[in-house]
T-cell receptor
Framework: SQKIEQNSEALNIQEGKTATLTCNYT??????LQWYRQDPGRGPVFLLL???NEKEKRKERLKVTFDTTLKQSLFHITASQPADSATYLC??????????WGAGTKLIIKP | DTEVTQTPKHLVMGMTNKKSLKCEQHMGHRAMYWYKQKAKKPPELMFV???????INESVPSRFSPECPNSSLLNLHLHALQPEDSALYLCASTLNAAYNEQFFGPGTRLTVL
């Protein structure tokens, strides 16, 4: 069955630097992969979706890449700010149109 | 209106109580989901409704009973819960089951005593 691994439990980044989060999957390549942000005690918020035929997607300071050869997606936040501190979840579709979720990476941006 | 609302925000109940969680969206989405999330874990899918019909039940115990009265509303009826059922319960919706950008509500924090 498909498994998702996200890098490390927590990632500490200095304000202004680029934060890079990793999402690796183990089995079949999904039709698309999504990234969500979750703040404590709140529901996840959709950020970006990238399809298997897309290499890169951007939205303001966010950038997602998708490498089906490496079975990996990278999520970048440029010019990071303390307000970007949150848990970031990656999710990919399974054969039933449902999402399989990674455990998330807690990102801490230090001023 | 681009949000999913959930009530109540917090719920404390005893193991013999019956309570209900409510979820509402007015975005015209035809797929709605219930998730359970424990601390530091990803959301765990419980139920999926597609066009008001239950399409997925992820082997959830019968003490959780979902209901979809119409395309905008989703309920989760709770009865005889266990302390280990304490969690954040999240509702989500998508345009349809094949379009998977999910819109989540703020969740209900449930504590079972």
């Amino acid at each position: 069955s498909q498994k998702i691994e996200q890098n490390s439990e927590a990632l500490n980044i200095q304000e202004g630097k680029t934060a890079t989060l990793t999402c690796n999957y183990t089995n079949y390549s999904p039709a698309y992969l999504q990234w969500y942000r979750q703040d404590p005690g709140r529901g996840p918020v959709f950020l970006l979706l990238i399809r298997e035929n897309e290499k890169e997607k951007r939205k303001e300071r966010l950038k997602v890449t998708f490498d089906t050869t490496l079975k990996q997606s990278l999520f970048h936040i440029t010019a990071s700010q303390p307000a970007d501190s949150a848990t970031y979840l990656c999710a990919l579709d399974d054969s039933n149109y449902q999402l399989i979720w990674g455990a998330g990476t807690k990102l801490i941006i230090k001023p | 209106d681009t949000e999913v609302t959930q009530t109540p925000k917090h719920l404390v109940m005893g193991m013999t109580n019956k309570k209900s969680l409510k979820c509402e969206q007015h975005m015209g989405h035809r797929a709605m989901y219930w998730y359970k999330q424990k601390a530091k874990k990803p959301p765990e899918l419980m139920f999926v409704y597609s066009y008001e019909k239950l399409s997925i039940n992820e082997s959830v115990p019968s003490r959780f009973s979902p209901e979809c009265p119409n395309s905008s509303l989703l309920n989760l009826h709770l009865h005889a819960l266990q302390p280990e059922d304490s969690a954040l319960y999240l509702c989500a919706s998508t345009l349809n089951a094949a379009y998977n950008e999910q819109f989540f509500g703020p969740g209900t924090r449930l504590t079972v005593l």
